[in-house]
């Protein structure tokens, strides 16, 4: 069994700030893990992904997400937010195919204050 | 490339009518998934199929049922719409199970009233 916990339900940061989206998660195997995002109205974009590769996992648009095992975290942090970032993000974990696959996050709101 | 592409994008359904969801898929991808967004509970697995002629149920199956005839099309059918079934509906695909990232449509709004 595998499930995703995110911390936090909403975000809010100024702009030119740093971005902590922090995510948990927990499988029975090793897990593929993604951060995926959604701006108002549109289908869901990957922003990164871990596959047991390097533990720091660079994404598109300056995020980036580090694997930490010890402490079953996949956090997402972006060094200075811009309001193009506003959006909601999962955070996915996957440890095998079947109704496994793709378990989700309920998601973070990411708000930028100007 | 298209990627990932559902029809329609938005529907207005009554109570007890029927309709289907479609889903198509470019990439050649022998996984294919249904989910349903609803707020602050993010996506929620409905049915799934690993391979052309294969479905298997999801997280949240009840009131749905899926076809996978052709490896590029996933159908989601819904027999008699309930209010309950309002929701945003994404399809989504991926190579394998396991490590490689799905693909998302742009998601179909319905409303049932």
């Known amino acids: 069994a595998q499930s995703v916990t995110q911390l936090d339900s909403h975000v809010s940061v100024s702009e030119g700030t740093p971005v902590l989206l922090r995510c948990n998660y927990s499988?029975?195997?090793?897990?593929?893990l993604f951060w995926y995002v959604q701006h108002p109205n549109k289908g869901l974009q990957l922003l990164l992904k871990y596959t047991s590769a390097a533990t720091l996992v660079k994404g598109i648009n300056g995020f980036e997400a580090e694997f930490k095992k010890s402490e079953t975290s996949f956090h997402l942090t972006k060094p200075s937010a811009h309001m193009s970032d506003a959006a909601e993000y999962f955070c996915?974990?996957?440890?095998?195919?079947?109704?496994?696959?793709?378990?989700f996050g309920k998601g973070t709101h990411l708000i930028i204050q100007p | 490339n298209a990627g990932v592409t559902q029809t329609p994008k938005f529907r207005v359904l009554k109570t007890g009518q029927s309709m289907t969801l479609l889903c198509a898929q470019d990439m050649n991808h022998e996984y294919m998934y249904w989910y349903r967004q609803d707020p602050g509970m993010g996506l929620r697995l409905i049915h799934y199929s690993v391979g052309e002629g294969t479905t298997a149920k999801g997280e949240v199956p009840d009131g749905y049922n899926v076809s996978r005839l052709k490896k590029q099309n996933f159908l989601l059918g819904l027999e008699s719409a309930a209010p309950s079934q309002t929701s945003v509906y994404f399809c989504a695909s991926s190579y394998t199970g396991q490590g490689t990232e799905a693909f998302f449509g742009q998601g179909t709004r319905l409303t049932v009233v």
């Open positions: 996915v974990v996957n440890s095998g195919g079947g109704a496994d696959g793709l378990t």
């Open positions: 499988s029975s195997y090793s897990p593929s």
